[in-house]
């Protein structure tokens, strides 16, 4: 066996003039986050309650776009989604349109082990909620001032926006920066998903893999993306466990995150192979990045379009956190 | 190469004992429904439309799983889903939680030709309805007084029920011994249609009233894309059964990746992730490839379906051996 591994991604597309600052509040994130999870799996926890570990973590910071800091919806509301999916048997729990739950992966892990489904969504989602006690609050309390702020900008430009972190001063230098790289029609610097998502693999060989969002800045309300659909946005089984990001439609008509282990089954690919074909071949005009860790130990993690903010370590002491190529 | 067309009424356990009077309706409908899709092929319809067209027919007929006749909720209520996808493109669309719409795979049509998103849910779809001017009926308008009685047993037994085309047999000495209920997601009455032209234009749609006593917004396999609905180059697959199985085992994006990864034939695949790759009792489905061949295989007592080819072949069934025609 090849011991543990963990990979962890705060979204896919980053605008090349992003400011140092909010690179580097980005890295320590991402290092944190890795750091806790390597603790966990040290200590022997299982795959999916560290997935789970790590992505609560992630949407409790309000730095990536989940939970507290999620994107807005064209009605200024927050309605996050998120899903979790165990590699051993392939359950799974998935949700989709919470207003007021704290921990969106949590409730997404308790429809997998409480309930008689696979997927809540919307008031059925909130409801289940209360009735297992998981820690709710006002829908404010989810909303930011930033994104308050990149919504008014995304409504004015009158187009879907992917959430897009910048300071507030940065509006007053006027236009944002010319950019010749584009995603979803829209040019890079007001784009950047930041979907968050945490792939393991603990010593026993178990793959998990977990996916939370607030979506696209300005959706429709009601629209849902590929974060809490299995194997569009996540996927785990016996072989790897995979978590995507980047546009949400591209992602889920390329069936991304089943693709990786079904190429390592059909084709015999390894992880690494797997996941770069994948990007290669799955995304045709879409832009997406991935996460992926297999049963042997490995981690890998791919993407086409500028940068991911990811990192990722394994048992022989690799760790590495990264933004760009 | 050359034209086909195959649509099913659900899979599951459909007792042999099924009595005549609920027997020949859903072979009538069937028949029906067969008939217009191959009119329609006949006459050069875009297979897209061909798939919209037929599931619409079998929305609308209260027999099936779907629009009007679909099961209810544990509150008593309709929460309708349906997805459909382009195999050319590969665009698609999905709808959830529907409660007022007529015909919910067109709007899941609309999703996808007028939305810049893939998947819209409850609230935010029904006021996308509305936007969009489909056609919607009150609420009770989609109830059914066999529904209804479904539900009370179901409650009775207080449990989530398979539907099945006849009441619960709480007494086993009724002859048919009591089915026994799985755990988890169980879905009989999914309607769905897949159809490709000569040309080798490929489209899927499916959809659903859900499960007996389901939760308030759950979500099955239906809306799904991969898991219900899939449909690429190579092939268009529309799956049925237990829910969570058909999500869990991606079956319809794994019968095109089969094809596409390890060069099975259509039957082979369909063969393949039917019998092999999912448990017995849990999943059917019907699937065409871009040569005109048809596949609909099921692991269930029996499927709900009906198929036709250029060549002059056609099938309306429900058991294995038993074909009607």
């Known amino acids: 066996m090849g011991g543990w591994a963990i990979a962890v991604h705060g979204g896919a597309g980053v605008d090349p003039n992003l400011p140092l600052q909010r690179q580097e509040e980005a890295k320590q994130l991402l290092t944190r986050v890795l750091n806790l999870g390597i603790s966990a799996l040290r200590s022997n926890l299982s795959a999916i309650d560290v997935v789970e570990l790590v992505v609560r973590e992630l949407e409790t910071d309000p730095l990536f776009n989940s939970g507290r800091g999620s994107a807005l919806t064209e009605k200024g509301t927050v309605e996050m989604e998120a899903s979790i999916m165990d590699g051993p048997k392939r359950r799974c729990g998935a949700v989709s349109g919470l207003t007021t739950v704290k921990n969106p992966i949590s409730l997404a892990r308790l429809v997998m082990d409480k309930s008689p489904h696979s997927y809540l969504a919307f008031n059925g989602a909130e409801d289940f909620a209360r009735q297992q006690g998981v820690e709710v609050l006002d829908n404010e309390y989810f909303i930011t001032a930033d994104n308050v702020g990149m919504l008014k900008l995304a409504k004015e430009a009158n187009t879907i926006l992917f959430d897009y972190r910048i300071p507030s001063g940065y509006e007053t230098c006027g236009a944002a920066v010319e950019s010749p790289m584009k995603m979803n029609g829209l040019p890079m610097s007001v784009y950047a998903p930041e979907t968050v998502g945490c792939v393991v693999v603990d010593r026993e060989g178990r793959c998990a893999a977990a996916t939370s969002t607030g979506g696209l800045m300005n959706k429709m309300i009601g629209r849902i993306g590929d974060s809490p659909l299995i194997g569009a946005g996540t996927y785990a089984c016996n072989l790897a466990g995979v978590s995507c990001t980047g546009e949400g439609e591209a992602i889920i008509r390329g069936t991304l995150a089943r693709e990786v282990s079904a190429v390592m089954e059909y084709k015999g690919l390894g992880l690494q192979e797997a996941v770069d074909f994948v990007i290669k071949n799955r995304l045709d005009e879409g832009y997406a990045g991935l996460i992926a860790v297999s049963s042997k130990g490995e981690v890998a993690y791919g993407f086409n379009c500028n940068g991911m903010f990811r990192g990722c370590a394994s048992e022989d002491g690799f760790m590495e956190v990264g933004i760009w190529e | ?325």
Request: charged fraction near 20%; aromatic fraction near 4%.
């Open chain 2, 1 to 325: 190469m050359g034209w086909a067309i195959a649509l099913h009424g659900g899979a599951g356990d459909i007792p042999y004992s099924l009595p005549l009077e609920r027997r020949q309706p859903r072979e009538e409908a069937l028949r029906h429904c067969l008939q217009i899709g191959v009119k329609a092929l006949k006459s050069n319809m875009a297979p897209l439309d061909v798939v919209e067209l037929v599931v619409r027919e079998l929305e609308n007929i209260p027999h099936f799983n779907a629009g009007r006749g679909s099961v209810l909720t544990n509150k008593g209520t309709v929460e309708m889903e349906a997805s459909i996808m382009d195999g050319n493109t590969m665009k698609c669309g999905a709808v959830s939680g529907l409660t007022t719409v007529v015909n919910a795979v067109s709007l899941a049509r609309l999703v996808m030709d007028n939305t810049p998103h893939i998947y819209l849910a409850f609230d935010g779809a029904e006021d996308f309805a509305r936007q969009q001017g489909v056609e919607t009926l009150h609420t009770s308008h989609f109830i059914t007084p066999e529904n209804i009685e479904r539900l009370n047993q179901a409650k009775e037994a207080n449990r989530v029920q398979i539907d099945y085309t006849q009441p619960i047999q709480n007494d086993t000495t009724k002859g048919e011994p009591e089915i026994p209920f799985a755990n988890g997601d169980s879905q009989l009455g999914t309607v769905g249609c897949v159809a490709v032209d000569g040309n080798g234009n490929l489209a899927s749609a499916t959809s659903t009233g859900g499960l007996v006593n389901k939760m308030v917004g759950r979500i099955g396999d239906t809306p799904l894309i991969g898991a219900g609905t899939y449909a690429n180059e190579l092939c268009a697959v529309s799956a049925t059964g237990k829910g969570e199985a058909v999500i869990r085992g991606t079956v319809a994006r794994d019968v095109a990746a089969m094809m596409e990864f390890k060069g099975l034939s259509l039957k082979e695949a369909a063969d393949c992730v039917v019998h092999e790759r999912t448990p017995k009792g849990t999943v059917g489905l019907v699937a065409v490839s871009a040569a005109g061949e048809v596949a609909m295989p099921y692991n269930t007592t029996g499927m709900f379906r009906a198929c036709a080819a250029e060549d002059g072949y056609s099938e309306v069934a429900i058991w294995p051996d038993t074909k009607i025609e």
